[in-house]
């Protein structure tokens, strides 16, 4: 069974950075696509980013496009979200995803495991 764990949240002021990091337990993790979603209170889910197997093909949310870079190590069995130029309006908890196909997509309901989330909050 596939266990997710996110760290790396914290506070930080707007214009800084902060990378997330997401370390995945379980086996063949190089076979999953894996991706970022966030959820701020009162708010719906929604798609940040994701990464194909083996980290050559991402996409992003135009809300984060040029800011954030998904990436992964696959020997490391984790998944990364550095995120620069911080906004109050990424103040969100993150989860990490994994889906068990080696396609990424940005339709949350298509990923299978998921993390508990880790909390960023940017303040202005």
């Known amino acids: 069974q596939v266990q997710l764990v996110e760290s790396g949240g914290g506070l930080v002021q707007a214009g800084g950075s902060l990378r997330l990091s997401c370390a995945h337990s379980g086996r063949s993790f190089s076979t999953y696509a894996m991706g970022w979603f966030r959820q701020a209170p009162g708010k719906e889910r929604e798609f940040v980013a994701a990464i194909n197997w083996d980290g050559s093909t991402t996409y992003y949310a135009a809300s984060v496009k040029g800011r954030f870079t998904i990436s992964r190590d696959n020997a490391k069995k984790t998944v990364y979200l550095q995120m620069s130029s911080l906004k109050p309006e990424d103040t969100s908890h993150y989860y990490c995803?994994?889906?068990?196909?080696?396609?990424?997509?940005?339709?949350?309901?298509?990923?299978?495991?998921w993390g508990q989330g880790t909390q960023v909050t940017v303040s202005s």
């Open positions: 995803a994994a889906r068990s196909s080696s396609i990424p997509t940005d339709i949350d309901r298509t990923y299978t495991a």
